[in-house]
Each structure stands twice: as structure tokens, then as C-alpha cells.
């Protein structure tokens, strides 16, 4: 690859708000938050560039009722990327369950989870990390928060680890919620932590509806 082909520049507002604005940069483009979104569209219109955003990511998994339970429970696992806090833009953080296999995949998601173990990365024990930031934190609990107090049942986590020596970090334990209406906040919103959302479905019309509310 050529000198100079792909650059990296490390930073938080600023750093997006200069290279979305500069003359030298033809188009951008942004995989984040709406909100992000909507400040890189007006740094980007001050030059006229095109622009090309994806927004507020909430990727859901759709079990049927022929599906197996296990096989279903570890994808969901697997893609909602606890290992990495559910901070990616392809995270499964939605999940809908078919009535009658939904409670055989609740238990098998909670044993699966609950075997994570957050902690610092010198721990060789470690497989979940911290939160990115402790605003990310306090946005994350702010869900967890909403969640409980608007009804959906904690299956697993939903509280910050506060055991010595991760009691000052932003450590969240993996999160299972069930019992999810599509008011709900994390229904609707992208989350971008360890938080998984699961609805109980038993016709198409359904999940076909609710696939796209968000």
C-alpha cells in the first residue's frame, strides 16, 4: 500500500469535527450515533461534500420455532461480542425469541454469560473488559436504569462490578433483559455496551413489525 493511501488520526470532537470540515477530505463518511451523525453533517456542509452515514445500529436475531435452542443461544453469544463489551456497530443487541423455544434459550443464554469474567487485561482470567469511557459508562447504566424501571426483567447482570480491584473502573457484568416491549428504550436504541434485549414472539406479522421500529 502506498505511503500515505490509509492514515489514522486517534481523537475525540475535534478530531472528527477538523476532518469532516477540511478542504483535503472529499467525502466522509460515519458509522456511529445519531447524534454523531447529524454534527458531521453540519461540519461537512460548510465545504459541500457528500456525505454517507450509518446510524444507531440495532441488529437483531430472529429465532423460529425449528430452531435449536443451544445452537441459537451461542450465536447470539458469539455475536453480541460480549467479550467486547457489545462496543461494536454489528453487535446482535436485539433478540427474538419463538414462544416455545424462547425460556430453553433464555437459560442456556444466562449459563453462557454468566461464565464471563470482567477484569483488567493483565488478568490472564479476564475475558470482559471495561467500558470505553466513563461517559460511555454512565450512558450504558442509564439504560440498565431505564430498562428496570420501565418493566423488562433482568435475567442476568444489570448492575456495575464493583469488587476490589475494578470497584474505580467502568466495568458493567454482561446483561440479559427479557420481558422487552418495543417502548422500551433498549428496544429502540442503540446501546453500544453489554446489554442484550429479548422479546417473546408467536406470529411473523410480528417480528416483521418490530424488526424495523427502531
Same mark, same amino acid.
Given at each position: 500500500m502506498p505511503k500515505g493511501t490509509f492514515n489514522v488520526l486517534p481523537g475525540d470532537l475535534e478530531a472528527g469535527a477538523g476532518?469532516?470540515?477540511?478542504? /483535503?477530505?472529499?467525502?466522509?463518511?460515519l458509522i456511529g450515533s445519531?447524534?454523531?451523525g447529524r454534527a458531521v453533517m453540519r461540519s461537512a456542509s460548510a465545504t459541500g461534500k457528500p456525505v454517507l452515514?450509518?446510524? /444507531?445500529?440495532?441488529?437483531?436475531?430472529?429465532?423460529?420455532?425449528? !430452531?435449536?435452542?443451544?445452537?441459537?443461544?451461542?450465536?447470539?453469544?458469539?455475536r453480541m461480542n460480549f467479550g467486547w463489551c457489545g462496543q461494536s456497530?454489528? !453487535?446482535? !443487541?436485539?433478540?427474538?425469541?419463538?414462544?416455545?423455544?424462547h425460556d430453553e434459550v433464555i437459560s442456556y443464554l444466562a449459563e453462557s454469560v454468566e461464565r464471563y469474567?470482567? /477484569?483488567v487485561p493483565t488478568d490472564p482470567e479476564t475475558t470482559i473488559g471495561t467500558i470505553v469511557s466513563r461517559a460511555q459508562f454512565d450512558r450504558v447504566m442509564g439504560f440498565i436504569d431505564s430498562a428496570k424501571s420501565e418493566g423488562a426483567r433482568a435475567v442476568t447482570g444489570g448492575y456495575a462490578v464493583t469488587d476490589s480491584p475494578l470497584a474505580k473502573g467502568s466495568?458493567?457484568?454482561?446483561?440479559?433483559?427479557?420481558?422487552?416491549?418495543?417502548?422500551?428504550?433498549?428496544?429502540?436504541?442503540?446501546?453500544? /455496551?453489554?446489554?442484550?434485549?429479548?422479546?417473546?414472539? !408467536?406470529?411473523?406479522?410480528?417480528h416483521a413489525e418490530r424488526g424495523q421500529c427502531t
Open positions: 476532518l469532516a470540515e477540511h478542504l /483535503g477530505a472529499a467525502k466522509v463518511t445519531v447524534s454523531a452515514l450509518e446510524l /444507531g445500529g440495532k441488529n437483531a436475531l430472529i429465532a423460529y420455532p425449528d !430452531s435449536d435452542p443451544k445452537k441459537i443461544a451461542d450465536a447470539i453469544v458469539a456497530c454489528g !453487535s446482535i !443487541s436485539r433478540a427474538f425469541l419463538y414462544e416455545d423455544i469474567k470482567p /477484569g466495568f458493567i457484568a454482561p446483561t440479559i433483559f427479557a420481558d422487552v416491549t418495543p417502548q422500551m428504550r433498549i428496544a429502540r436504541e442503540e446501546i453500544f /455496551g453489554p446489554v442484550l434485549a429479548v422479546r417473546k414472539w !408467536s406470529d411473523e406479522a410480528f
